[in-house]
């Protein structure tokens, strides 16, 4: 499928700013320190950048409103409508935090249940898409899932080299959920590599039963908007590439500066500023994990232009 920077955009930064919003809600940072306080700010940038992104993909941005309507049976609506809600504990969080100087416990837990529910919904979007067997697996969500966790606790380490706290704890936990996200969304690729397809032509066309259908002639002699964001065809062997590298950036750096980062311990700009580029790096490589998560999926209404 075509591969929208979008939402690629989209569902890499709004899941970096709920998972550290997510962590921040846990209280594991000073809340009166100033690097704290920035966390907060940058969470819901995070969040509001990725959701304005969102609107870039729609036909007609200005009606976007109209996607909160069908909540009861659209997970696009639910993550909407879940992105609202959520913003009313994390701006009681950090307004405290900003403000006051302190943690509210049930703000602050509610914030992290919320961002861990929006996110889901968010992945449910695609996992619940029965056209495109890739996604189809609860594998989906727990990829979003783990993956906004790491990002997040990533981040936090940063902010808590930076002066607020805990520079063993977090970093450890983020090494802990980087292993979880990479190993599970590497399951992910081989439950990909190994499917056989339950839509093809035959059981598309419903001719099955008199042998195998070869398509005569396309639909349309021109593209059209099903074959541009259906039809989208990246090569193995640039696909693999481009896995490792996502892989090396996003997983197996990111680990080895973190690991170092928490034996050395202690505060200070230095250490705040790898364990920044630990993030950064993290983030390159979860947006080209997101990029193949669209441009390898594949269609089953491909199956009538020969997909």
């Not at 690729?189 to 339950?198: A, F, G």
């Not at 398509?215 to 481009?242: C, D, I, Q, S």
Request: aromatic share 12%; proline share 5%; hydrophobic share 50%.
């Amino acid at each position: 499928m075509h591969p929208a920077f979008s939402i690629i955009i989209f569902t890499t930064l709004s899941g970096l700013g709920y998972g550290l919003a997510g962590v921040l809600g846990l209280g594991l940072l000073d809340p009166a320190a100033t690097a704290t306080k920035c966390a907060h700010v940058l969470a819901l940038a995070l969040i509001s950048a990725g959701l304005l992104s969102s609107t870039a993909h729609l036909g007609n941005p200005q009606r976007a409103w109209r996607a909160f309507s069908q909540w009861r049976s659209s997970w696009l609506s639910r993550e909407g409508v879940m992105s609202i809600i959520t913003f009313v504990p994390l701006l009681i969080s950090a307004w405290t935090s900003i403000v006051e100087g302190r943690y509210l416990p049930l703000p602050g837990l509610l914030g992290t249940v919320l961002c861990l529910v929006t996110v889901y919904c968010t992945s449910m979007i695609y996992a619940s898409l029965k056209s495109v067997q890739a996604w189809h697996t609860p594998l989906t969500p727990a990829c979003y899932l783990l993956f906004a966790a790491a990002g997040g606790f990533v981040l936090a380490s940063v902010f808590g080299f930076a002066g607020g706290g805990n520079t063993r704890v977090l970093p450890l936990l983020a090494v802990v959920f980087l292993i979880a996200a990479w190993g599970t969304k590497l399951r992910w690729r081989e439950r990909m590599k190994r499917l056989v397809p339950l839509s093809t032509p035959e059981s598309a066309t419903g001719l099955g039963n008199i042998g195998r259908v070869w398509l005569f002639e396309r639909p349309h002699v021109t593209e059209n908007y099903l074959t541009r964001e259906m039809g989208f065809k990246v090569a193995r062997k640039h696909a693999e590439k481009l896995w490792r590298i996502a892989f090396i950036l996003g997983g197996i750096v990111p680990v080895v500066l973190l690991l170092a980062l928490a034996a050395l311990g202690g505060q200070g700009w230095p250490s705040a500023l790898l364990a920044a580029a630990a993030a950064l790096l993290h983030w390159t490589g979860v947006f080209v994990e997101r990029w193949l998560f669209f441009a390898e999926a594949r269609h089953a209404v491909m199956n009538y232009y020969g997909g």
